[in-house]
């Protein structure tokens, strides 16, 4: 049996050859930022299916209507959403059909699309809030002290801010 050579990578862009242009603990960081979101995602989606059957980006638009006072433009959802801009019309239209939202034409112009919590909505967003919000606590909150989640979320919001579009 011939074993295969070992590819050469030495040729790859960036980061992917000999740290540049990071340096160790910043590919370590990134790669560690990576996984954890993913894994916490991972989890969440599915403890929260699990336990509700309610999806994690149908509860998150849930929970950015109920943060914004009950509605939003369209846009502005699509804006704030853990999902894709073209993914938004598809999850609102079926949380519409499901009876949880609902969706008009924006009085000022007529040209927006205005997404509304409905009161079955309120209902299910309320039921499943805690068990949601348990499950952050546990899996992201209680694992970092507070000085911890201190640096963590200033340093987040510096990059929220450095790298936000427009």
Known sequence: ?????KPNVSGLPGPLAAGEPLSAPGLEA????????????????????QETGLALA???????????????R??????????SRSGMTRRVTRLVD???????????DGRGVV???TDAGVKRLSETAPIHL??????FVSQLDGQ???????????????CAFG
Do not use: C, Y
């Open 58 to 72: 149908d509860f998150d638009v849930l929970a950015q209507l109920a943060r914004a006072g009950g509605e939003l």
């Open 148 to 162: 911890e989640l201190t640096v963590l979320k200033n340093a987040l919001d510096k990059i929220s801010v450095d």
């Open 74 to 83: 369209m846009t502005d959802l699509a804006d704030r959403a853990l999902i």
């Open 30 to 49: 990134w790669d560690s930022f990576l996984r954890a979101h993913a894994t916490l995602l991972r989890r969440l989606e599915v403890d929260l299916a």
């Open 98 to 108: 499901e009876g949880l939202v609902r969706r008009a034409d924006a009085n000022e």
């Open 115 to 117: 997404v509304s919590l």
């Open 134 to 139: 348990r499950a952050v606590t546990e899996l």
């Open 1 to 5: 049996m011939q074993v295969p050579s």
